[in-house]
Antibody, heavy 122, light 110 residues
Framework: EVQLLESGGGLVQPGGSLRLSCAASGFTFSSYAMSWVRQAPGKGLEWVSGFSGSGGSTYYADSVKGRFTISRDSSKNTLFLQMNSLRAEDTAIYYC???????????????WGQGTLVTVSS | QSALTQPASVSGSPGQSITISCTGTSSDVGGYDFVSWYQQHPGKAPKLMIYDVSNRPSGVSNRFSGSKSGNTASLTISGLQAEDEADYYCGSFTSSTTLKFGGGTKLTVL
């Protein structure tokens, strides 16, 4: 069974940094693209960043480009999101998600983790 | 980047069919057959219901179907059931090599 478990969320002051982790199991981690998607309280989904499968390419939403960095450690089956220069509008539940089809990056996310809450406030 | 356009809410009675639209541009929905749909129950993570416009992942009921015409994609749920009450989001690959979601649609089963 595929499982994704996020961690690392919490309360951080504006301008601060946080590193999220997503521990994956149940599939060949290095063969599948992964993404981070966030959801502000009471709001809709917003794609944040993606990491391709074997190619190692990274992609970012304009809203986080230059502030967030996605990476992965295939030896530990873990996806990361380093978040710097955090703003109040970054407050959200952050989900990691696996792409459905190996060799693709954006064609459907399945499954999703349970999410980790990031709150940016002074 | 503005979100894809979805109706804020739709409703239907048990057994009926409903359709949720998702409108974008030629740079996203209209330009690629990479539209997906997600179901989200309150307090839960989203679940993939449709990918590549009209394909169902294993385990998803055939009551869910997807289609696309021009810049608008649609999700149809037939034989509505109480458990279908949830928020639904469309997502599309974009020409900027990103993913864009719709604003979400709240489905109420009357």
């Amino acid at each position: 069974e595929v499982q994704l478990l996020e961690s690392g969320g919490g309360l951080v002051q504006p301008g601060g940094s946080l590193r999220l982790s997503c521990a994956a199991s149940g599939f060949t981690f290095s063969s599948y693209a992964m993404s981070w998607v966030r959801q502000a309280p009471g709001k809709g989904l917003e794609w944040v960043s993606g990491f391709s499968g074997s190619g190692g390419s990274t992609y970012y939403a304009d809203s986080v480009k230059g502030r967030f960095t996605i990476s992965r450690d295939s030896s530990k089956n873990t996806l990361f999101l380093q978040m710097n220069s955090l703003r109040a509008e970054d407050t959200a539940i952050y989900y990691c998600a696996k792409v459905l089809i190996a060799g693709t990056t954006f064609r459907g996310f399945d499954p999703w983790g349970q999410g980790t809450l990031v709150t940016v406030s002074s | 980047q503005s979100a894809l356009t979805q109706p804020a809410s739709v409703s239907g009675s048990p057994g009926q069919s409903i359709t949720i639209s998702c409108t974008g541009t030629s740079s996203d929905v209209g330009g690629y057959d990479f539209v997906s749909w997600y179901q989200q129950h309150p307090g839960k993570a989203p679940k993939l219901m449709i990918y590549d416009v009209s394909n169902r992942p294993s385990g998803v009921s055939n009551r869910f179907s997807g289609s696309k015409s021009g810049n608008t994609a649609s999700l149809t749920i037939s034989g509505l059931q109480a458990e279908d009450e949830a928020d639904y989001y469309c997502g599309s690959f974009t020409s900027s090599t990103t993913l864009k979601f719709g604003g979400g649609t709240k489905l109420t089963v009357l």
